[in-house]
């Protein structure tokens, strides 16, 4: 087997130092009825040509995004990553190490994920980051749990423009603790909803921006009735790319910023893994979730990174913990810190524009198609559109003609009613061509 | 372009040089915070600016500066090739942290994954065109029950964390469903600190269980406390002091005769892979780290992935999605709580989980098959057996009676009088070239040092490192505490002033 | 797993070690050679065995042991991984090696050349089945004749001194078809070793041409040198002093007058691409490197690619093979001697060259655009024009009147009476964290330093290099010899015994 | 531009430095005509998505020898290389690396060198190895000119088993400094034929074995009448697989070894950047062309490895150099030594073996073909085939049905007036579906 370096006279001669007669007996320690006499019923070792001819086979029968028009946005998008990100997060030194516990050899991960913190602050336009949760969707429950913990009350009231499936997350891991979620019926603005479900037990209201309908809006006014009562306001952006042309959650009076990262740095990968951004104002710092990377010195004076304020967690403070999180998403971290570094301001400005740009030019394309309508007036680079049929069922008859339109609204959340409502999305990687295709195709398929 | 080598015989270096430059160390560049770099109007990604500009957006564009850097793709190289340097890697040297399972990552997994039907595939394509990656996520549910002989498993858990919440999720669930509103968790001390995190997420109270002498579960104690308010029995099986838990049919026995669900911990899984199946044992749910049985790198942190068995009376109550297999060998997701998903325990993440890491796995249990991963296990636990073996005259195992499994564990009574603590020697060992052990974990041994070698160390490199501690272990007792106080000296910095970064936290740079 | 990190501060470092610890240092892993690490019965490949022997192979099989070391593949990479880092590389810091054009590599060139569709493809396959192939060669040649301005370019030589061979011998095949059995090569003492090397492996005898005080070729001695035996002239331009041989014109008509060939050497293309076409200076041959000017990546020696751009006078004289694009927007391959081919110079390897290189040099190509190379000369030649006017203060320059192109040549002057020597120089250079310049090239110049930054060199990498270079001319200047003679401490080794090396050759390990 | 790091500010400022009032002055010493007032006729810039879009669509019309039945070898060929073997050789230090000249910090690339030519001495059974050159057919003609240095001779005797393009590059490269190849006409076995054509002016005979034809044959025969002579022995392979099955050059005699090295670690690249592997007897070792690496010590004592003989090189010795080669294969060959180092002795059997019972399966298969005649009776992994056709015309007509076939021998030498023979090849990727195919269909299409 390649990846274990023992010889059988290593194996043997190792036995002989252990003093045991054979492997067996170093598993003395397992009841005799629970030890296996042979392998398990599954096939047996193979070498790389074998192991690569099945995969690769399975992943032929998986359409990528690339391979045409691709138009689904809705918590993950398609954005192009430069091959130096891959290349670097390639490095044996950052692949292969381990949560950076000892800080005089982990100095690489330390200071990148110091680097990632600063520009997830700047970003989401908060004071202090933490250095990364799985993802966004599990960052927005944690940042419903943190809210309780500083209001120290039992309620989050979730807007109707919440991805469904965040929502889903939110109350599964937060509804144990004894929490409640008052989530809003699916609808593309729903501030003043929003506001009137403010009571005195609200921890926090959870809006997302762009919203699952892609609508953009100014969410102070939400701001300052939760803040009226003395509830936080948790941001949720599900496309970090964003963070480039809209105003940041920051600057419109978020206390907890939830994002997705994966839009910078990281592939589509089917859903996962990906990388939850997530930032808060300074005075709820002990109560965040995760791990922080602080600045300090070394022995010599010399400047240095360590995880810092780890009494928040649970290898501490075990049941007292903000969090249960261990491994988080580091490498997924590096890829987004990569990618931004590279992008800096002007290229993240200038991709997020191209991005908006795109999503124009498909809203005139499908507003073009008879019986398409598009239902959000401003948004960054997906909207819904109201077709005349069943969006569930065209997008299947569209993907027969390679063409992957979107996604049904009837996917994320089944229940709403809103079966014709389809979403759409175009990033940097759409091309007019695709663009041409897919309202063509779609024109065909509505007027059969 | 060549150079002239002018011969002139280099002269032999003076003693008092070869002190002052000790071997095997070489120039580490220094290097700035990307800020620090000058670059705020950089970028290192061409693109043809849009035709249209944002006006429809208003005031919601976004107008004052972000503060970000850029920089150009030669200085970005060079930015992260330098950081890199910093690091310690499993590519570099044994990295026995125990409890980490800090084994070879495969570049196959790598490679496979990267494949762009895999890695270029949105969570939310018609599932008409992801078959191929419904039938991974298929195959290698179909891999883990049968290595764990458990009749089912959820796969989306984002991290072994995220795995113990679903898994007690699946049991809060089940007790629901029978109306059964138990609040506790029994756990040991010598959990891993995510144990009574978790419990405490999922709304229980944690009630420690006592251990015995010989490091493990107290079964009397066990017994005193079980009760009809516990939900669950949480154990780490091969527990956290690197052993086997005996009793663990017992345990599962009293856990269901007392109503309760037996949670196994399976972080330490690669022991007994293809020795043992949980399943024998009476686990209900043990979820299992992707990322240290099967391969997927640790990545400086992550991701992982914690896909979690469950029993026939808990598979009702796993979270979705799921995939379904169709008579005509298609693949289908339930995703909502309809059909046989209407227990469902809710949803744990967005999407899928992580598929990224499912390939990786996949790829990694294709290549070893069922023989080559029974044989993981026993060269994981013959190699820690060995490093306890070879370590045992000097230091002080923990347990000394008996094998251990998969890691070695030891206290700091041989560092008795030495005046060096256990965290000492790890720095120590940092000037040998190794990453230190596990240290201060588990917490019922003074001082502890948990070293995992994982299967794939070469035997040389284990006895490299035991030389290694055996010569610190040498110098400790020849009463050279200095040398240890002052270590790292090898390392790109010194010790680093932990309590000063906690006093007046500086989380981001600032100009 | 976790650590919990007891807070005990540490304590400040003493002046002795920090003066032993030199900042910026860390351990480089020390590493064996594979045949020391006890692999002789291990292998990293699994594979079925064969289901059938080789018993028809009778006598012929290998009997004896072959003394092939193997290893898994965890001991590979770690092997692999540790040497790495004993390495320089651009990567790191600035490598200014003159004459090498030591520019950063860009990751999407790699990721180009393994398309499976370049990769992936035999050089023997159908030519329906490679058109993709043949279409970039044709692609590559028009960008490369654009760029020189010469209507023809022959691919297939592998590197730049094979493309200078290729050059003469299209030379030679030109002056035989005529008739004309020339047999001198002109050459200038300056010029790089390959271009005497090659002329003698074309059948050329070589005679010098002198050169100017100013660094250019004395026009008056080639004149006098120029005859009817003369079969080219070949000159470097931009020169290896790093100058642009202001009367190339004239040095054109004049070889061009005497029946003779001019073959420019290229490799100082970086120089001027974008901006000065050689097909305009009179030039009948000129390799391109691909490795530097178009950034394919040096690899620690290769594989490069060296085009030669051709004049219509050399053009039928070119090596085979050679695409020819058919009129419906195919491609063919002339392989043979047949039609155009008919004067062929020969072949100059087995395939079509170096395909691999072709793919990242027009992935480079592509990136910059015509505007964009155009800057990368104009950087090129400003980064280096900055050290020089940054050095010349404390260093002596070889020409300090007027511009330097794209390198900046430094003689030992400054250093007269310090002790110090250009080698001593370069090896105190490493111990600031660079690549040493070139050393003792051009001969022309005594104790030679050809510094040549690159285009891809940041202004901070520039200031940090110059800033390091005069911090060692004060010290050599303040008398501070030994700590010249010493260097380098900081890397991996110290000096190496050259002569020993080469006075009793061990060139493979034995046991 | 993203790989341009200055900005138009740095350029200001240094030209301030520098005392230019523009950067055209610093070209003041090109003559004016040859000036170009601005960028040449060809396109703009453009990014990586535009890049990467053009460059997959050329790559999308070549078809992947791994897409489908392919048998072609004949002096490249198709082997599985292991996914850290790439994974390695892109590291920054071994990937942007120049050669080695300042040893001190380039220890990683020289000791790679090393072991390099220590493994190329044990395959090709000769003590000393160099660093490697092109590739295998200028190695060839590397080989000639060093026997006609060593022997003080002008002729080279070239077998008609040499591959065509072989000898062809040999007499290019050596023709110009007067040598003389006498290349014999290509014949599957001419053993008698080059004895009787050695004579005194004879510096070297050179054979390939296995030679193009596939035939493994014994050249110690061979050896013996070359030394007899005066002559050296050149055995060239272009199959180092081969080596892992077939005794070695320097057990048979040979006074210098030459290979394709591509087998091991390269991947085919439409035929190139290979890696020519160049090995020979102790005494000649000062008339080797290409870098040696070798063993010393530091200013320590510590070992250490040098580029050393190099007054043999072009740097040094001008005019006299061995060779002009200067820039060689590096990165090729350490792709070499890391599969090699992998493989292991017992491992480069195994595939060996592999290799060669592939090719009997695929013998057997095409013997069963109606009409094809076997012309090669001991081989490796490849044969020679007669057909009833032009073996051309049926190769492109089996490329049509997606099969590649092999390589017609008239592609090698259109003058051998062998048009109905082809070359086909089989390795550890080939799989019986593929062989059965190719059966199948070339059964189909000599029914025709
Ligand atoms: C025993 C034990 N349980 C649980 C975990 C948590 O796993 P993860 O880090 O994947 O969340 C760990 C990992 O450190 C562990 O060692
Ligand atoms: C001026 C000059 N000419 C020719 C060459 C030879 O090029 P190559 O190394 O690609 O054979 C070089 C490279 O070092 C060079 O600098």
Sequence with gaps: MRYLPLTPSDRAEMLGVIGAASIDELFVDVPASARLAGPVDLPRHAGEIEVERQLAKLAGRNRAAGAGPFFCGAGAYRHHVPASVDHIIQRSEFLTSYTPYQPEIAQGTLQVLFEFQTQVAALTGLPVANASLYDGSTGCAEAVLMAARVTRRGKAVLSGGLHPHYAETAWTMTHPAGLMTHRLPAALDDEAAVIAAIDAETACVVVQNPNVFGLVTDVSRIAEAAHAAGALLVVVTTEAMSFGLIKSPGEMGADIAVAEGQSIGNALNFGGPYVGLFACREPHLRQMPGRLCGETVDAAGKRGFVLTLSTREQHIRREKATSNICTNSGLCALAFSIHMTLLGETGLRRVAEVNHARARSLRTALAAVPGVEVLTPRFFNEFAVRLPKNAAALVETLAARDIIAGVPFSRLDPTAGLDDVLLVCATETTTAEDIDAFAAALAEELAR | ?511
């Design chain 2, 1 to 511: 372009m060549s150079v002239v080598s002018v011969g002139r015989p280099t002269r032999p270096e003076t003693e008092a040089e070869a002190v002052a430059r000790p071997h095997g160390h070489g120039l580490v560049q220094d290097e700035p915070l990307i800020f620090e770099l000058g670059g705020w109007d950089k970028t290192g990604v061409d693109m043809e600016p849009a035709d249209l500009g944002a006006d429809d957006l208003g005031d919601l564009v976004r107008g004052a500066p972000i503060g970000l850097p850029g920089l150009s793709e030669p200085e970005t190289l060079r930015h992260y090739v330098r950081l890199s340097q910093k690091n310690h890697a499993i590519d570099l040297a044994m990295y026995p942290l125990g409890s980490c399972t800090m084994k070879h990552n495969p570049r196959l997994n790598e490679k496979m994954a990267r494949l762009p039907g895999f890695a270029d595939v949105h969570p939310l394509q018609p599932v008409s065109t992801v078959q191929g990656a419904l039938a991974l996520m298929d195959q290698l549910a179909h891999w883990l029950k049968t290595l764990t002989g458990m009749p089912a498993v959820a796969l989306t858990p984002k991290a072994g964390a995220h795995g113990e919440l679903c898994g007690l999720l699946a049991i809060r669930a089940a007790l629901e469903a029978r109306g059964d509103g138990r609040r506790t968790v029994l756990a040991p001390v010598s959990a891993h600190g995510t144990n009574p995190a978790t419990a405490a997420m999922a709304g229980y109270q944690v009630v420690e269980i006592a251990q015995t002498a010989d490091g493990r579960v107290d079964i009397a104690d066990l017994a005193a406390k079980l009760g009809p308010d516990v939900a669950a029995v949480m154990v780490t099986n091969p527990n956290t002091c690197g052993l086997f838990e005996r009793e663990v049919i017992e345990i599962a026995r009293l856990t269901h005769a007392a109503g309760a669900f037996f949670y196994c911990d399976g972080a330490n899984f690669n022991a007994i892979v293809g020795r043992v199946r949980p399943g024998d044992l009476g686990v209900d749910a043990m979820h299992i780290n992707l990322h240290k049985t099967f391969s997927t790198p640790h990545g400086g942190g992550g991701p992982g992935a914690g896909p979690v068995v469950l029993s026939a009376a808990l598979a009702p109550y796993a979270p979705t999605p799921w995939v379904v297999a169709g008579p005509d060998g298609s693949f289908a997701l339930r995703e909502g709580r309809e059909g046989e998903a209407a227990a469902a325990s809710g949803r744990m993440d967005a999407f899928h989980g992580q598929m990224g890491m499912y390939v990786r796995a996949m790829s990694y249990m294709l290549s070893h098959g069922a023989d080559g991963l029974r044989q993981v296990a026993e060269d994981a636990v013959l190699n820690a057996n060995y490093v306890k073996a070879r370590l045992s005259g000097e230091l002080t195992p923990a347990f000394p009676e008996g094998p251990c499994m998969h890691e070695a564990l030891f206290d700091d009574a041989w560092l008795e009088g030495a005046g060096v603590t256990t965290l000492d020697v790890a720095k120590a060992l940092i000037d040998e070239g190794f990453h230190p052990m596990t240290m201060y974990f588990p917490l019922v041994v003074h001082g502890a040092m948990l070293i995992e070698p994982t299967e794939t160390e070469p035997r040389r490199e284990l006895d490299r490192f035991c030389d290694a501690v055996l010569r610190l272990a040498a110098a400790a007792k020849a009463g050279d505490a200095e040398r240890f106080k002052a270590a790292p000296v090898s390392a790109p910095l010194r010790r680093l002033d932990e309590t000063a970064a906690a006093r007046k936290p500086r989380l981001r740079w600032t100009a």
